[in-house]
């Protein structure tokens, strides 16, 4: 009935003209039932993939694309084409570049694709999922040591879930009424959102179900390796090879006669938690930094992250003071402070930005923790954040879930987004960062920045206003650079907050801190569209892949973990993949805006929640035209528009200034700076 | 009456401007018939405001000496005498924009925001700007519209076998706020059309808006049968209607009202097509908000997007409570319904609600806009706004008399207007490369729907146009909008074509803000536009060497 129309006709939303009665308002006001909305829901979805086969230029212009990608090597192209899709989990939404890279996909032989290193554990048929979108579909599922691939045929055409077991959160035996006894209900609430139930029927010829998928969702939990150390993919691109901090420090100009690269932390000796090169300041004593580092929480000591390359303004970075009830002191940590004001010759104040509230500051002093007096601290300005902990942005992450997942209320969407407060924690957030960036570019002066432990907010903040004050920052390459300098070198314990491969689902460590932070950078990435290098589908690739315990680049706690354990000898960087085929991960109208600073606006009006991340799940959200596709159909016309200048500039170098060669086109870049002012 | 005697004082020197994205700045005042121009009196800038006063929603004014009393009004011709007092003028735009002007004495400040709240709000049409406005590359010897229903009928070839234009209207005595020509049946005669429009209300009788290509299907529109509470029933009505469907079995008809506000239609002599005297034709009924509730919802969320408080506002549910997003919600869903029965199921369709010249012609546009390719492109989209909007008769002169900050009594106003431009931008938004013209143009046409140089939307239908000499006195904003220059800036450069249709997803969670409207005078709408003038530069420098 519904075979060629319809660009992507979704589904039905305003109900079927031919399922509703006249005059019955009751009836067809709403979107009908439930199950009436599923069916309709699946059939749309089968006619449009249908329609998509008979748009040639849809597929030839895919295959094009997916060639260019993968013509390092492939032998045996045919397999990167396997048409996928799958009405529940549309990975491939986002046209997903296939993760099979250099080598072919394997597929064993049940046809699900594997990855280098993955084996197939089992193969179980007749096994129901239950979708919360269609209700039961039977299909058969198969357990590798990395997934769970759930292959079904509905109407001659193939239903596709894919979850890798690092997305797992939980498992829990549910029950399945009306099934019969031997049926038995498993649910799996995954860490991105969405959670998905199966119905099996047991057989006492078979392991264990349940304890088979906790085994390989848990591995640690079992003493066994997560899947990082057995994924053995060859890339072109070695990913570990992307943050030198020596050349970074270096790129920021340092050293210089203030500040120098210490390796006072060579082997981790100063402070078990930072990485082992530093930046200090010049004019102090070994032993001085040691008294330091004792009086800050955990050791983690003032070091610099960043440096302004015209007012030597820099941002410093440690954990709270451990002044305690008694106000003790510390002269050497006083006089650290002194010289990093001292080092900044523009102004004569250090200002503190404290993340915390200042009631919490107040209470952490209790407990041997605290905040520098202005009192005992020359010349500071104390400025607290009030950005609440890691335990209320759980929750308000948790409640968005229940908001999202799996079926949205229609009519109170608004509300309810508003009652979870996480766009209110994304403010305080991005407000704080913009006050540090603010202080350094406007006020020409050094910050520090602390909260207790300086891992969590401290780490959302710096890298943050680094983000809004270096442009390095904002490109591809430098974006990975800030995460693996200011997350993964200063000890955000990724492996503490995300728990990877860890089945204490309920420990209260856990905190979804890196999403928030992804989530503020995509919300400048909105209000700054050429700004940034790398697009939507980078930020969502790197969420999936904070879970996914594919690659090492999340794994651990610290530096000192990681080296280790050989975290980067054992395993594939993320950025290897990301690194190997770029152009799926840039942004088409990406303009460096060199030195500019970039202040987003901050009020509520201008912060939205990001759906197509958060509620990617359900089948409404899928994109309505392919516009990826065009942006990288854009991308590859500006690179050969570009190789075609350059062309013409090594034939004629006299007649053409060399102006030109930056940018293939003469852009009329807006006359005043495309700068939010400040506040 | 002089536009003069309304202007006590013209010029006022060394006035303060505020206004959004700009700082302040200081120069000479000057008010005229239909303008409000400021020119900046600073060194090294020639600076100037002009604004249309019609484009004036509310003038709010404080007066104040500098010696510190507050200025009450009665006590005004006494302070004005006193040097060193002042006012304040807030002006508040139809196009969201709020203006401060600080005007030196007393007297003067009443004088100009008295002139303002005169000539803001003139009610006799052939006094407004258009009959004024005399640009130098315009001539009024142009042709006035883009096209005529005559000349659209002569265009659709398709249509001739079983469709005939019929000109009973040609002097407005069978329905004033139809145009002269209209589409109808072959097998229908003007005396039948007569009967049928005595019992349509305002004598909207049925007529084709749009006839599907792909299998012949047509969407009609009309007002409201008068049944009344008799069931009085019309045999040409429901001839009309069955000449519509011919032999194919059945067609839908959308009321734009629920089922039972239908029936308390029939109490005030409405109602709607009974099931036994219209057994073809298989209603669907779709409640859409129009009038006063749509108004009032514009004002809740002008007001919810102006309070710029940083601390926890709960914006989101404030945006809630407005339910603008909603109505944007059910005009798409049910423009979608409309669709759906015409390019899914194949069959046609009679869209109506209660006059017929709102809602009707909202989800009629939507509809045309899903399904058409043609409608998609830049001249097609203003044909259609000319075809279904002013020549439909859509009564533009009440609807948009007022916008949201006005604190007059509301009378018809009603954002309807607004709302289509809101959920064709929801649609451009959702397949940004299958319309070929820009959100430029939307907003663009978002102003001069209550302020405009041009005649277009002038006046309530055709009738008062012709009776006025709208298209021999003014000129024509579609027209205005098709020259090169204008042409390139609004369209949109990603453009590519689809003969597909493009089914907008309605879920909330889709739906956006239209920020680029709503939140145009903050800085980030200022700045994303920057950003497409980057993006339009960038594709249309690319086509020019791919030419080469």
């Not at chain 1, 959160?169 to 038995?184: A, H, W």
């Not at chain 1, 995460?483 to 070198?489: F, G, P, R, V, Y």
């Not at chain 2, 609004?490 to 249709?501: G, Q, W």
Request: charged share 20%; glycine share 4%; hydrophobic share 35%.
């Amino acid at each position: 009935m519904e075979k060629k129309d319809g660009a992507k006709p979704i589904h039905s939303p305003w109900g079927s003209p031919t399922s509703s009665l006249s005059g019955s308002d009751a009836a067809d006001s709403s979107a009908g039932s439930h199950v009436e909305w599923c069916k309709q829901l699946i059939a749309a979805t089968l006619t449009s993939q249908i329609s998509r086969t008979v748009q040639p230029d849809v597929l030839t212009r895919d295959s094009k694309i997916s060639k260019r990608l993968s013509s390092w090597k492939s032998d045996d192209e045919e397999l990167y084409f396997h048409e996928e899709y799958d009405l529940n989990f549309p990975s491939s939404a986002l046209n997903r570049p296939t993760l099979g890279f250099g080598a072919p996909v394997k597929l064993s032989p049940n046809q699900v694709p594997l990855l280098p290193g993955e084996t197939v554990q089992i193969t179980v048929k007749d096994v129901m999922y239950i979708c919360p979108f269609s209700g039961l579909i039977t299909g058969t599922l198969t357990v590798t040591d990395y997934k769970l691939y759930f292959t079904s045929l509905i109407k001659e055409s193939s239903f596709i879930l894919d979850i890798n077991f690092g997305a797992i959160s939980r498992l829990e035996t549910i029950s399945v009424p009306n099934q019969g006894d031997n049926t038995k209900g498993i649910e799996m609430v995954c860490k991105d959102i969405r959670s998905a139930r199966f119905a099996y029927k047991t057989d006492e010829s078979q392991p264990e179900m349940g304890e088979m998928l906790s085994k390989h969702a848990f591995p640690l939990s079992y003493s066994l390796p997560l899947f990082a150390f057995k994924y053995n993919e060859q890339f072109p691109v070695d990913g570990w090879k992307v943050y030198d901090p020596a050349a970074e420090y270096n790129r920021q100009g340092l050293p210089n006669e203030s500040w120098s690269i210490s390796k006072m932390n060579l082997h981790y000796e100063l402070c078990d938690t930072y990485p082992s090169i530093l930046v200090l300041p010049n004019n102090m004593t070994e032993d001085n930094i040691t008294q330091v580092a004792s009086f800050r929480a955990k050791c983690r000591l003032p070091v610099l992250s960043w440096i302004h390359p015209e007012s030597q303004a820099t941002i410093v970075r440690c954990s709270q003071p451990l002044v305690g009830p008694l106000d003790r002191r510390c002269k050497e940590d006083e006089r650290y402070l002194q010289i990093i004001m001292d080092a900044n010759a523009q102004s004569h104040k250090l200002t503190i930005f404290d993340a915390r509230q200042s009631s919490v500051a107040l209470s952490n002093k209790a407990k041997e923790g605290g905040y520098e007096s202005e009192s005992f601290y020359s010349n500071i300005e104390l400025i607290f954040l009030e950005i609440p902990n890691i335990h209320v942005i759980r929750e308000s992450l948790r409640k968005l879930r229940d908001v999202i997942y799996p079926t949205i209320d229609d009519a109170h969407w608004h509300s309810a987004i508003d009652q979870t407060h996480w766009l209110d924690n994304i403010r305080l957030l991005l407000s704080g960062a913009a006050k540090i960036a603010d202080k350094l570019e406007s006020g020409k002066t050094s910050v520090v920045v602390h909260c207790n432990d300086g891992w969590d907010r401290t780490t959302q903040l710096t890298s943050l206003s680094m983000l809004m004050l270096d442009s390095y920052y904002r490109t591809l390459r430098g974006f990975q650079v800030l995460l693996e300098k200011e997350w993964i070198s200063f000890g955000h314990k990724f492996a503490s907050r995300v728990g990877h491969g860890d089945e204490s689902h309920a420990n209260s460590e856990r905190s979804p801190l890196f999403v928030q932070f992804i989530d503020c950078v995509w919300q400048m990435t909105r209000q700054f569209p050429a700004a940034f290098e790398f697009n939507e589908l980078f930020l969502v690739t790197v969420l999936d892949h904070l879970y996914s315990c594919l690659f090492g680049t999340f794994l651990c706690n610290s530096e000192q973990e990681r080296v280790a354990k050989e975290v980067q000898t054992k395993t594939v960087s993320l950025w290897s993949y990301i690194n190997s085929q770029p152009n799926d991960f840039t942004n088409a109208f990406y303009v460096d805006y060199e030195n500019h600073v970039l202040y987003p606006l901050l009020s509520s009006r201008h912060l939205e929640l990001w759906t197509s991340y958060y509620a990617r799940w359900n089948p409404c959200m899928r994109p309505q035209v392919p516009v990826h596709q065009t942006l990288k159909d854009l991308l590859f016309l500006r690179a050969e528009l570009q190789r075609r200048v350059d062309e013409l500039n090594t034939q004629m170098p006299s007649c053409y200034p060399s102006s030109s060669s930056e940018h293939p086109v003469p852009h009329t870049r807006p006359t005043g700076t495309p700068l939010h002012s400040a506040f | 009456m002089e536009f003069s005697d309304h202007i006590k004082t013209a010029n006022v020197e060394d006035v303060v401007l505020r206004q959004p994205l700009h700082p302040p700045s200081r120069g000479t005042l000057c008010i005229t018939g239909h303008h409000l121009l400021f020119s900046e009196r600073e060194e090294g800038s020639s600076q100037q405001v002009l604004l249309l006063l019609r484009n004036i929603d509310a003038i709010e004014k404080s007066v104040e000496n500098l010696l510190g009393y507050p200025g009450f009004l009665s006590n005004a011709a006494h302070g004005d005498r006193m040097s060193g007092s002042s006012g304040t003028i807030t002006i508040k735009c139809k196009d969201l924009r709020v203006l401060q002007l600080d005007i030196p004495g007393m007297e003067q400040c009443l004088n100009i925001s008295r002139s303002i709240e005169t000539l803001s709000c003139l009610d006799n049409v052939s006094e407004m700007y258009p009959f004024f406005y005399r640009p130098t590359d315009l001539s009024l010897q142009d042709q006035w519209g883009l096209s005529t229903p005559e000349k659209h009928y002569t265009q659709m070839k398709e249509l001739h076998e079983r469709w005939r234009l019929s000109s009973v209207n040609k002097s407005y005595s069978v329905c004033p706020s139809y145009p002269p020509a209209v589409i109808v049946p072959n097998c229908i005669d003007d005396e039948t059309l007569k009967k049928v429009a005595k019992f349509r209300q305002g004598g909207r009788f049925p007529v084709l808006c749009y006839y599907h290509r792909k299998n012949g299907m047509v969407i009609m529109r009309s007002s409201q049968p008068l049944t009344g509470a008799n069931r009085k029933r019309c045999k040409e009505d429901e001839l009309l209607l069955q000449a519509v469907i011919e032999d194919s079995e059945k067609g839908f008809i959308i009321d734009t009202r629920s089922s039972q506000q239908v029936q308390q239609a029939r109490m005030t002599g409405g109602g709607f097509e009974s099931k036994s005297f219209y057994n073809c034709w298989k209603r669907l009924h779709r409640q859409m908000e129009r009038g006063k509730a749509l108004q009032e919802s514009l004002i809740k969320l002008v007001e919810a997007c102006s309070d710029e408080s940083h601390n926890v506002d709960r914006w989101l549910s404030k945006l809630e409570n407005s339910k603008w997003l909603s109505h944007v919600q059910t005009a798409l869903s049910t423009a979608g319904l409309l669709a759906e029965c015409v390019e899914r199921d194949g069959h046609s369709a009679l869209v109506h609600g209660y006059e017929g010249t709102d809602c009707s012609l909202l989800i009629c546009t939507l509809a045309q806009l899903i399904m058409d390719p043609f409608c998609r492109t830049l001249e097609g989209f203003l044909a259609l706004l000319e075809r279904e909007w002013v020549q439909a008769g859509h009564p533009f002169q009440q609807r948009c008399a007022h916008s949201a900050y006005s604190h007059a009594r509301f009378q018809q106003e009603s954002p309807v207007f607004l709302l289509l431009l809101d959920c064709v931008w929801q649609l451009w938004r959702q397949f940004p490369l299958a319309l070929g013209f820009s959100e430029a143009l939307l907003l663009r046409l978002a102003n001069e729907v209550y302020a405009s140089d041009y005649g277009t939307f002038l006046c309530n239908n055709d009738q008062d146009r012709c009776a006025l000499g709208v298209k021999d006195r003014t000129h024509c904003l579609f027209r205005a909008l098709l020259r090169p220059a204008e042409r390139d800036y609004y369209s949109n450069p990603l453009y590519e074509p689809t003969e597909l249709a493009i089914w907008p997803s309605v879920h909330p969670q889709s739906l956006q803000l239209w920020r680029g409207f709503f939140l145009r005078w903050t800085q980030l709408a200022h700045h994303l536009e920057a950003v497409q003038e980057e993006i339009r530069s960038m594709v249309i420098e690319w086509a020019r060497v791919a030419q080469r």
